[in-house]
């Protein structure tokens, strides 16, 4: 089978479909355009906010992949041309396709809110794409005077990571019981229900007492403006919330090479067919991970890289003229309360009348022991290990 497949996005859906393209047809010609040489994975910036663990852990480099024969291209794709086929890359060339596959993840959705824009995310950092980003809020957290406030701003849904703000909020009040013992969290929250809310809510309890507060949406928790200068936000009522370390996770939107190959609709994610994760669209484009419609399956690593393996089969059976198998997708999350205490929602989807359907899932029992707490931290470890492994190694 030769044909040339064209992968844009080394994250965990573009890495994952490169791979598997390569495993299953050794014969194709794959190209991976990514422009990072090393990838910092979202999963697990969390521990590193809160000094449990380094950088280098969370880096993975695409060594194994140029091993396996993809060709790796360390650029932006800037342009896709779905009528000559033909993607344009940031060092001014550009390569023809047969299919091409986006897994671009997200875009911060700039000004959605007043004055939250790129000036100001270095004042205040998202920390919602991991590098820099990371580096620099775990500075911030390092800086903070004991008995200041870290205040977190999440976005309504659809986001990248549903249960990551909360876990960001948890593993961040781990580090100040331990560091700064008189500081606080403060979540302020644009919904009134949230990601394993009853486990979170019930860990906060259990281990960090009032040290974390959450407000939702009917409580004024919706952060309408943000000035990065003074570290203030204000709510939808005019409420003010002074910060002493301000985290901005903003409104987001596919990344933006989506939208140049028009695979986007009006609201800024990438309709596809389910059973392939082609975009219903545009013709042999094919989009994968966070960047896409596929709910009820979440916009998370675990789903990025078991959808990045379904149009990547069906990619080959398009090649040879067959018909794509249809698929069923699983996704867990694990979330760390502190080091000890980890919970978990998982899932099981499957096609129904033609849409992706929740077909059966669960979340850790709310009376679990410690022991079984501590069980589930560790196999959160294990997953990121497994996960960084299927997509990089
Ligand atoms: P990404 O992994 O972000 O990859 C996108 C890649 O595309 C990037 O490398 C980018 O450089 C590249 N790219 C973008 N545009 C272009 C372009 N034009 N040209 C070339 N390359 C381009 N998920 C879990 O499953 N478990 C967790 O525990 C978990 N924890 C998280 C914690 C936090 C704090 C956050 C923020 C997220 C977490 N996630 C978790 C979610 C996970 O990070 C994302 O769902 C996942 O990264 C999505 O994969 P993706 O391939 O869509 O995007």
């Given at each position: 089978?030769?044909?040339?497949?064209?992968?844009?996005?080394?994250?965990?859906?573009?890495?994952?479909?490169?791979?598997?393209?390569?495993?299953?047809?050794?014969?194709?010609?794959?190209?991976?355009?990514?422009?990072?040489?090393?990838?910092?994975?979202?999963?697990?910036?969390?521990?590193?906010?809160?000094?449990?663990?380094t950088?280098?852990?969370?880096?993975?480099?695409?060594?194994?992949?140029?091993?396996?024969?993809?060709?790796?291209?360390?650029t932006?794709?800037?342009?896709?041309?779905?009528?000559?086929?033909?993607?344009?890359?940031g060092?001014?060339?550009?390569?023809r396709?047969e299919k091409?596959?986006l897994?671009?993840?997200?875009?911060?959705?700039?000004?959605?809110?007043?004055?939250?824009?790129?000036?100001?995310?270095?004042?205040?950092p998202?920390?919602?794409?991991?590098?820099d980003?990371?580096?620099l809020?775990?500075?911030?957290?390092?800086?903070m005077?004991d008995?200041?406030?870290?205040?977190?701003?999440?976005?309504?849904?659809?986001?990248?990571?549903?249960?990551?703000?909360?876990?960001?909020?948890?593993?961040?009040a781990?580090?100040?019981?331990?560091?700064?013992?008189?500081s606080?969290?403060?979540?302020?929250?644009?919904?009134?229900?949230?990601?394993?809310?009853?486990?979170?809510?019930?860990?906060?309890?259990?281990?960090h007492?009032?040290?974390?507060?959450?407000v939702?949406?009917?409580?004024?928790?919706?952060?309408?403006?943000?000035d990065?200068?003074?570290?203030e936000?204000?709510?939808?009522?005019?409420?003010?919330?002074?910060?002493?370390?301000?985290?901005?996770?903003p409104?987001?939107?596919?990344g933006?090479?989506?939208?140049?190959?028009?695979?986007t609709?009006?609201?800024?994610?990438?309709?596809?067919?389910?059973?392939?994760?082609?975009?219903?669209?545009?013709?042999?484009?094919y989009?994968?991970?966070?960047?896409?419609?596929?709910?009820?399956?979440?916009?998370?690593?675990?789903?990025?890289?078991?959808?990045?393996?379904?149009?990547?089969?069906?990619?080959?059976?398009?090649?040879?003229?067959?018909?794509?198998l249809?698929?069923?997708?699983?996704?867990?999350?694990?979330?760390?309360?502190?080091?000890?205490?980890?919970?978990?929602?998982?899932a099981?989807?499957?096609?129904?009348?033609?849409?992706?359907?929740?077909?059966?899932?669960?979340?850790s029992?709310?009376?679990?022991?410690?022991?079984?707490?501590?069980?589930?931290?560790?196999?959160?470890?294990?997953?990121?290990?497994?996960?960084?492994?299927?997509?990089?190694?």
């Amino acid at each position: 089978l030769s044909a040339r497949v064209v992968v844009v996005g080394g994250g965990f859906g573009g890495a994952t479909a490169a791979k598997y393209l390569k495993r299953n047809a050794p014969d194709l010609d794959v190209t991976l355009v990514e422009p990072n040489k090393v990838f910092y994975t979202c999963p697990f910036s969390n521990l590193v906010l809160a000094g449990m663990r380094t950088m280098d852990s969370i880096s993975h480099n695409y060594n194994e992949l140029r091993e396996l024969g993809v060709r790796v291209v360390h650029t932006t794709a800037q342009d896709v041309d779905p009528v000559s086929r033909t993607v344009s890359l940031g060092d001014g060339s550009s390569i023809r396709y047969e299919k091409l596959l986006l897994s671009p993840g997200i875009d911060i959705r700039w000004n959605a809110i007043e004055g939250y824009d790129q000036a100001a995310a270095e004042q205040a950092p998202h920390a919602w794409k991991a590098g820099d980003q990371t580096r620099l809020l775990r500075r911030q957290i390092e800086a903070m005077d004991d008995g200041g406030v870290f205040v977190l701003t999440a976005p309504a849904n659809p986001f990248r990571c549903p249960p990551g703000p909360y876990e960001r909020a948890s593993l961040v009040a781990h580090y100040l019981s331990q560091h700064k013992p008189r500081s606080k969290v403060l979540i302020l929250d644009a919904k009134d229900n949230f990601s394993k809310q009853g486990l979170f809510m019930q860990g906060w309890k259990d281990v960090h007492g009032d040290r974390i507060e959450w407000v939702g949406l009917s409580g004024d928790g919706k952060v309408v403006r943000v000035d990065a200068g003074k570290r203030e936000v204000e709510t939808e009522f005019g409420t003010i919330h002074k910060a002493s370390v301000l985290n901005v996770v903003p409104p987001q939107k596919a990344g933006f090479i989506a939208d140049r190959a028009g695979v986007t609709n009006e609201s800024g994610w990438v309709p596809v067919d389910p059973v392939t994760f082609e975009s219903t669209q545009v013709k042999d484009i094919y989009v994968v991970g966070d960047a896409t419609i596929a709910a009820p399956m979440p916009k998370s690593g675990f789903a990025a890289n078991a959808q990045g393996k379904v149009a990547a089969a069906a990619i080959i059976a398009a090649l040879e003229g067959q018909r794509p198998l249809e698929p069923s997708w699983a996704n867990t999350c694990y979330s760390l309360i502190n080091p000890e205490y980890g919970i978990s929602v998982a899932a099981v989807y499957r096609i129904q009348e033609g849409l992706i359907h929740e077909s059966s899932s669960g979340v850790s029992p709310s009376d679990a022991n410690a022991t079984f707490r501590k069980l589930e931290a560790d196999y959160a470890s294990g997953w990121y290990s497994a996960i960084t492994q299927d997509t990089w190694g």
